[in-house]
């Protein structure tokens, strides 16, 4: 084998070859800060409702004097709910379900009471919540309800009644600390529930429970009545498409303006991301264009050499090793480089988010080593078999 790669290696352009490896290592990093800053970032837009998708929004009516002279209903019959679901833009269409009953509600920490007060509770169809079917399933005849808070609830506990009163503060890691009670009253019924709290939404003003235990409790406590919709929930294709603020302009909608901003924001974001690992990939291709155009020319410039290796019992196999060698070592050394280039990169933006986002959760890299190998490994077989159908063709035609 030394010998082998002594004859190949005297005509190495060691130009190209380096030629190839900043190319390739320019593409692998912006490839891997592409997917590493996008996975920092999103919990930025996304954490705070992490339960729903970035693309849903939710629509209401819009209230005003205009509706008070006209009589105008703040609710949405059938005909109005389907013509949003025949939009373009639109996906998906679900409507929220209002409990038709007396709702009371006691929130405490670590046994100490901090909420109680009448609410009322709403859910969605279960396709628009994205939680594990095991944590948001409800059973009839069960007093345990997987329950949605509305953030302003957990804000008003922290950032007072915990503060006043010694109490630890709550974060989202910590729901299993709230006691939540639920008592429930209509149709001649009064039975008490058990709240278990899933998550906080800063998109939701109402309190979230399973369409299921909806469906259950309005046929129990209220089952003479039946409310339309006052909200809606689409799930849209683009969140900053113009036909979005037109019809709701239109039709006097609105959704919230922060909501319909955050989602645009992080819309953009996945596409600006999206561009730039592209704009990686055609690096990364050219780079890979030059090694082979590298390997092709070297091979070309060593004919002779390789034949009379082949003739006198070499197998393709073994004369292609030190040019495949070569192709995965210069991929792991780049794919190495490219990992530690990010992280430190990382550490130079992440403290400028830190500073502007305090309580962003550290997120791991793991994701983005994953990508380069997965990369690295891709590459690295194309060239090895690249070169090892090269090196066939040579020997069969030494044969002929």
């Not at 040019?323 to 130079?348: G, K």
Request: glycine fraction near 6%; aromatic fraction near 12%.
């Amino acid at each position: 084998m030394k010998l082998v790669w002594k004859l190949l290696r005297q005509h190495i352009s060691i130009p190209q070859l380096i030629g190839f490896f900043f190319a390739n290592l320019f593409g692998m990093l912006i490839i891997l800060l592409g997917v590493q800053f996008y996975h920092d970032v999103k919990p930025v837009f996304t954490a705070k409702d992490s339960f729903l998708k970035a693309d849903y929004l939710i629509m209401n009516k819009r209230i005003g004097m205009g509706n008070t002279i006209s009589g105008r209903s703040n609710h949405f019959t059938g005909a109005e709910c389907d013509e949003v679901a025949q939009q373009d833009f639109v996906k998906n269409v679900g409507v929220f379900t209002l409990a038709d009953y007396h709702v009371h509600a006691v929130m405490g920490v670590q046994g100490q009471r901090v909420l109680s007060s009448e609410i009322f509770i709403e859910s969605i169809p279960d396709d628009f919540v994205q939680i594990a079917d095991e944590e948001w399933r409800y059973e009839e005849g069960s007093h345990e309800v997987p329950v949605i808070l509305p953030r302003s609830y957990i804000n008003m506990y922290n950032f007072g009644y915990a503060q006043t009163h010694s109490m630890p503060k709550i974060s989202d890691g910590l729901v299993s600390m709230i006691d939540f009670e639920l008592n429930l009253r209509g149709n001649g019924h009064e039975e008490n529930f058990n709240g278990r709290v899933v998550g906080f939404s800063n998109r939701l003003s109402s309190i979230l429970v399973p369409q299921a235990f909806m469906q259950w409790s309005n046929g129990y406590f209220s089952p003479d009545t039946q409310q339309q919709p006052t909200r809606l929930i689409i799930e849209v294709d683009n969140p900053t498409d113009e036909r979005i603020a037109k019809f709701l302009e239109d039709k006097g909608y609105e959704v919230e303006t922060e909501q319909l901003d955050a989602e645009k924001t992080t819309y953009l974001l996945k596409l600006i991301v999206s561009i730039v690992i592209v704009i990686g990939l055609i690096i990364s291709v050219l780079s890979f264009y030059i090694l082979m155009l590298s390997i092709y020319l070297l091979v070309q410039k060593n004919t002779e050499k390789l034949q009379n290796l082949m003739l006198i019992g070499y197998n393709p196999r073994t004369v292609a090793w030190p040019y495949q060698c070569l192709t995965i070592v210069l991929n792991a050394v780049v794919l190495v480089i490219a990992i530690i280039a990010v992280i430190i990169l990382r550490r130079y933006y992440m403290s400028i988010i830190e500073n502007i986002y305090p309580q962003l959760a550290d997120s791991s890299i793991l994701p983005t080593v994953v990508v380069g190998i997965g990369i690295f490994l891709l590459v690295s077989l194309i060239n090895v078999f690249v070169i090892h159908r090269k090196m066939t063709r040579l020997w069969r035609s030494s044969n002929d």
